[in-house]
């Protein structure tokens, strides 16, 4: 017997290719895009369709989540209970999804961003809205497929009997691509596809008349010029700008507060508190004192300023700025049309919706004429057997098989005589023969009104029409659910923020130790020795600043370092490490710290004697990793960063040999390498200063004593010079 080898062998990249578009086109078709038909993606679809088999329609009672989710787990989505109960809980919020499909009983989670309780606990049934969605699914409405295990079928797409993708809008990310389309006002897509009913290719600038932008669960009011509203809605890609809504209201003595009344869409109130109070803490916010939280089942957010001079518009600036207070929506109108992910317009969903529609009311037309036929054949079978009725009862009673010779004897088909057979006694009075008579003719006027609808586009239109205009009376903007919740600000210029208010500044002293730990303590320190400092740990460096200053820190990798004096550690206990807020290397170490000032000047010197002036403005960085300023190569150092407080240099080395030369003689870079300050041959740099030639060099020695040397003309000569040894009685230099 030959053995087949089970075993093949193939090159990696193909069967990578193979599984990974194998993987993408599953997460695009059956996970992450919704199809444009109902708006569903398959596990929305296999909750709803699930609840429908389970009656658990909108005037049934509730039953357990964890009933719901097991039996769609079991019989349509073979995947995690937790990720389809997820889903179901979604449905059912109604700050998630603006026209909810699931109406909830028990804790379903709230907008403070707190999770649903447990599936046991919950309870759930369809609404109204998912009714219609369903509405005609058992009439041959719409195609099924087998599910998973091929033990049942499911439905391919919904009827769909309401606008769901654009009344909901949906989100999802498949593999390299994704969705995000916003809700929207029931009312406005109704008007919209009536419109479009009757004019297939209005413009968009026509459309925008029916349907101003999105309805937001959560309100809000969204701020956007009209022709990028236009072209969003056109293109299917683009964004809206997002803000929440507030008002002020007016206290004794002048005093007020802001009440935030609606938030931003997906916005978490619990996180969004968290972050405007952490801003507080960071003193990022100068201008608003603290919030408060009195939120019921409306959303009441208090902000109290710091005082009463301060303008409630520059406040909320401020706020939109650094919060969740105002936000950008993304839009990418990504859907399934034909199997195919493609990103369509406005017009084109509402289409693809409406002729959805058409394709259902053809199906359900015919479904419905095929059960009037069926009908109508039995009842004629009805009336042959009662106009010779005494004939076919004497069949029945001595014939072998009645059924053939009725059959035979008034060319009935056999469903019109096993009918005949299967009539009940009770059927032969003549009050049944008159109902039958009137039921026929009735199912003949249905019939004919059947017919005339599936052969008239026309007609078809028509009756969609109708029925469009029901939901948008169901669904009015009078009505409490119907209401428009966002209002649409079209802008005429581009939104500036106003956020004239901060801080007043005030003295600070910045304290840097030895093994790098630095803190930021109010006032300036007169007695340094007062300070405390870790074990084997002592003062570097102290820095008078302000509290609104930008301070540099230089470093001896050549870098330089920006913070803000706010963000730097108060001067409780003994700091910070440095390198936890800036990324320095462990072998290099701060050379020097300063307030950023735009006017200055400082002279940068590497160890082996290269330097350059540079300006205080190019050594700004908002980067951790910071800005790289003098280019040292390995086993070399940054060693001098100092501000230039004259018009001459003195230079030392190692070797002790001192030279003086003009600033002038070094260049101005904004980063480099730098030039030649002084000529060495074993040795390195040792000190180096600016100082103003007519007022003499002024030294400090070891003692604290400033010493001043007016007889420097000897050592006065050019850059790159190896110079003299230092003058005698020069102090020692460390």
Known sequence: MKLIDQYQDIELIDALEERYLA???????DRALPDSRDGLKPVHRRILYGMFKLSLKANSSFKKSARVVGDVMGRFHPHGDQAIYDTLVRLAQDF????????????????????AAA????????TTIAELLL????????EFRSTYDEVDTEPVVLPSNFPNLLANGSSGIAVGMATSIPPHNVEELCNASLHLIKHRNASYQKLMEFIPGPDFPTGGQLLEFESNLINTYKTGKGGFRLRAKWKIENEKRGLWKIIVTEIPYQVSKGKLIEKIAQLIIEKKLPMLEDIRDESSENIRLVLIPKNKEIKPENLMDSLFLLSDLETKFSVNLNALSNNTPIVHGLRDLILSWLDHRKEVLINISNYRLAKIDERLEVLN?????YLNMDEVIRIIRETENPKEELIGKYKLTDFQAESILNMRLRLLRKLEEIKIKEEFDDLSEKKQQLETLINSNDNQWKYISEEIKSLKKIFSKKTDIGERRTNITLLKEEVTYQNEYSLPSEPVSIILSEKGWVRCLKGKVEDLKDLKFKDEDSLFLSVDANSNDKMIFFSSNGKAYS???ADLPSGRGHGTPLKILLDIEEEHSIVNIF?????????VASSVGNGFVIKCDDMLSNRKSGKQIVNIKENQKLIICKKIEGESVVVIGKNKKMLIFPINELPELSKGKGVRIQKYKDTELLF????????GLKIQDSAGRIRTFDNIDDWFGKRAQAGRLVPKGFPKLN
């Open 381 to 385: 079978g009805f009336l042959i057997a």
């Open 96 to 115: 998630s999804v603006r026209w909810p499909l699931i109406d909830g009983q028990g804790n379903f989670g709230n907008i403070d961003g707190d999770n």
């Open 119 to 126: 599936m046991r606990y919950t309870e759930a049934r369809l």
């Open 688 to 695: 180096l200063d600016t100082f103003k030639y007519n007022d």
């Open 563 to 565: 913070l803000d004096a």
């Open 135 to 142: 509405e005609g699914i058992d009439e041959n409405a719409v």
């Open 595 to 603: 307030p950023f000032n735009s006017e200055k000047k400082y002279i």
């Open 23 to 29: 993987y993408a086109l599953t997460t695009i078709m």
